[in-house]
């Protein structure tokens, strides 16, 4: 499992990582497919009072958004990703107003970072053009 940090310093707000990582969880898997997908990006960089933050899962011990659903539709597997069993999601947003990280994007379902579990390294940070997106081995 890796912990993606964030280097503010270094950060354009360009936003190419969003536009990564809905290309990489679109079903075509490509940025024209996400974009005809509608698909949504795990990540965001936010300005917040003139400075730039990324709102992220950042992998709770004991996540909020989990107690929160009142459909047990959310879960943690051992790596610490946040899973959503859709059949069983009401999209009632519970789990986004719990998460204090604004890390729960919800649309159809709720979508959070799963780093990219199945690629070397995840998308965003691949895609990162000054490198402001790093990975850490947790």
Same mark, same amino acid.
């Given at each position: 499992? !890796? ?13 190419? *990582? ?10 075509? @898997?490509?940025?024209? @497919? ?6 949504? =990006? ?7 009072? @003139? ?5 992220? *899962?950042?992998? $709770? ?13 959310? =879960? ?7 899973? !959503? ?9 519970? *789990? ?5 990280? @604004? ?9 959070? $970072?799963?780093?990219? !579990? ?9 895609? $990162? ?8 081995? !947790?």
């Amino acid at each position: 499992m !890796v912990k993606i940090l964030f280097e503010k310093d270094k950060c354009l707000g360009c936003k190419t *990582c969003e536009l990564a990582c809905a290309a990489a969880h679109s079903k075509a @898997g490509t940025l024209l @497919g996400a974009i005809k997908e509608k698909a949504v =990006s795990r990540i965001r960089i936010k300005v917040k009072n @003139g400075k730039l933050r990324v709102e992220q *899962c950042s992998l $709770c011990s004991n996540p909020k958004c989990i107690s929160a659903c009142p459909a047990g539709a959310l =879960s943690r597997s051992e790596a610490g990703i946040i899973k !959503v069993d859709t059949p069983s999601c009401n999209k009632c947003g519970m *789990c986004q107003d719990a998460c204090p990280f @604004g890390a729960i994007a919800l649309t159809d379902y709720p979508t959070v $970072c799963d780093r990219c !579990v199945e690629l070397d390294e995840p998308s965003c940070v691949k895609a $990162c053009p000054t490198r402001a997106l790093k990975i850490k081995a !947790v």
